[in-house]
């Protein structure tokens, strides 16, 4: 039995990030994991506000 040569999956190049540098941040870099990381701080802080304002006025 010829032993099948496994196909080899080509390497997919990762998109390189571009160091973001603080004066350039309006729109030019892609969205990056501080960009998540606050959205995400932002909302969790929504929701907190909401819950203290519902805890707060219990009809």
Do not use: C, H, Y
Request: aromatic letters at 8%.
């Amino acid at each position: 039995p010829e032993p099948t040569p496994e196909p080899t999956p080509e390497p997919t190049p990762e998109p390189t990030p571009e160091p973001t540098s603080k004066g350039d941040e309006n729109g030019k870099s892609p969205i990056g994991v501080w960009e998540i990381l606050f959205l995400l701080l932002f909302f969790a802080l929504i929701l907190w506000m909401k819950n203290k304002k519902n805890k707060k006025s219990q009809r």
